[in-house]
């Protein structure tokens, strides 16, 4: 069975404070997703890694996908408020098919203070 | 492009009844859907994926007389809970796959919005 850890599963900080949230596992994955989900909403993809080693910026959040492609990591600089919300890693698995499944991690929910 | 909706967004029902809730692809074609289940604060749980035309694949513990799925086209998958009781009651969002592209270069999902199920 395939694990995502996901770490922290709560972070209240700071308007303008840095934060990473960790991705990890023992298997490999083909690649790696983070979502950002509101409440009463569903899951909106924010990055799609791909390349070990890849980093992704989408303005003040960077995503690196880890060389083994096991572990992901999102960065957060300088929060706003507009930041809060429960954020996602999933791996995505192939089957026999080509098909693939996502292994999710447990969410990290993410609160900035003004 | 890529929207998956979902109806009712929000639904309550007594115990006892039964609730169908629609996912459809509004433009583009999915020959496989997931439903999920989450609960408040947590992470999202697969608990089939539905194949257009054939019978949902269900996963380890979700009951498959309970939860009835159909797919019948390639854009609308239909989730049937079935005798709902209280437990029951949480949030459940579907996803669709796009498969596209030259050699099938994309192949993600996309989600729909949800729909909140309170059970009485």
């Known amino acids: 069975t395939q694990l995502l850890e996901q770490s922290p599963q709560f972070l209240s900080i700071q308007e303008g404070e840095n934060l990473t949230v960790y991705c990890n596992s023992s298997s490999v994955f083909s690649s790696l997703q983070w979502y950002r989900q509101e409440p009463g909403e569903g899951p909106v993809l924010l990055v799609t890694v791909v390349t070990g080693g890849e980093v992704k910026k989408l303005k003040r959040l960077t995503f690196q996908f880890g060389d083994a492609r096991k572990d992901s990591s999102l960065h957060i600089t300088a929060a706003q408020p507009g930041d809060t919300g429960l954020y996602l890693c999933a791996g995505r698995a192939f089957d026999m098919d080509s098909n693939y499944q996502l292994i999710w991690g447990a969410g990290t929910k993410l609160i900035i203070k003004p | 492009g890529a929207v998956v909706s979902q109806h009712p967004s929000w639904v309550i029902c007594k115990s006892g009844t039964s609730v169908k809730i629609e996912c459809r692809s509004l433009?583009?074609?999915?020959?496989?859907m997931f439903w999920y289940r989450q609960f408040p604060k947590q992470s999202l749980m697969l608990m089939a994926t539905s194949n257009e035309g054939s019978k949902a694949t269900y996963e380890q513990g979700v009951e498959k007389d309970k939860f009835l799925i159909n797919h019948a086209s390639l854009t609308l998958s239909t989730l049937t809970v079935t005798s709902a009781h209280p437990e029951d009651s949480s949030f459940y969002i579907c996803s669709a796959r796009r498969i596209g592209g030259l050699a099938g270069t994309y192949n993600e999902q996309f989600f729909g919005p949800g729909t909140r199920l309170t059970v009485l």
């Open positions: 433009d583009f074609q999915a020959t496989t």
